[in-house]
């Protein structure tokens, strides 16, 4: 079945250090991945997909299919970071499209 | 373009008690989808739909039914509340099935008491 695990709830890291937000999936075949992201009141929103292969807000993402892996990183951590972050995996089951979400990663930015 | 709004931002209700939470989207999609969100869960699927008068069930549909009348509208209806429904619900849109992006509404905090 397909999966995305997200091992860490709470990531603390200092302004200025790098950070890493781990994404492992389960999933059979060329997965399309996602980073959501969801600032403290505001909507859910999308921050980064693989398939775009952008930088936004300074987070890049690679997918890695030997690791099947999709970690989240950025070199250097602001405050303005400091937010819920979910993977999510895209899948058609019988026709239909589902987004599968990891358990997400509460990221706090420390000054 | 409002985008997906959703309708109230909080409620509370009694064990027991209905209740429809609403969602509305301007951007013509397709694909409409409640979820659950809830602290070391992630985000859950309750139910989705990929047109008007079509709807199927997500991961967890038990106690929730909805309906697609229109594009615009896909309200998520609580038929007897429960404390385990406390949780805050998210809408989410989309153009198509190719069109994996989805859009997100501000959510509606709702306890059960």
């Known amino acids: 079945a397909q999966r995305v695990t997200q091992p860490e709830k709470l990531l603390s890291v200092f302004k200025g250090a790098p950070v890493e937000l781990k994404c492992n999936y389960s999933?059979?075949?060329?997965?399309?991945l996602f980073w959501y992201v969801q600032y403290s009141r505001q909507r859910l929103q999308l921050l980064l997909r693989?398939?775009s292969r952008e930088s936004i807000k300074g987070f890049t993402a690679d997918l890695n299919k030997g690791e099947t892996s999709f970690h989240l990183k950025k070199p250097f951590a602001q405050e303005e970071d400091s937010a819920m972050y979910y993977c999510?995996?895209?899948?058609?089951?019988?026709?239909?499209?589902?987004?599968?979400f990891g358990q997400g990663t509460r990221l706090t930015i420390n000054p | 373009n409002a985008g997906v709004t959703q309708t109230p931002k909080f409620q509370v209700l009694k064990t027991g008690q209905s209740m429809t939470l609403q969602c509305a989207q301007d951007?013509?999609?397709?694909?409409m989808s409640w979820y659950r969100q809830d602290p070391g869960m992630g985000l859950r699927l309750i139910h989705y739909?990929?047109?008007?008068?079509?709807?199927d069930q997500g991961e967890v549909p038990n106690g929730y039914n909805v309906s697609r009348s229109t594009t615009e509208d896909f309200p998520l209806r609580l038929l007897s509340a429960a404390p385990s429904q406390t949780s805050v619900y998210f809408c989410?849109?989309?153009?198509?099935?190719?069109?994996?992006?989805?859009?997100f509404g501000p959510g509606t905090r709702l306890t059960v008491t």
């Open positions: 989410a849109s989309s153009y198509s099935l190719a069109e994996y992006e989805q859009y």
């Open positions: 999933y059979s075949g060329s997965p399309e």
């Open positions: 693989h398939i």
């Open positions: 999510a995996l895209p899948t058609i089951i019988q026709g239909a499209q589902k987004l599968v």
């Open positions: 739909s990929v047109g008007a008068g079509i709807t």
């Open positions: 951007m013509n999609h397709e694909y």
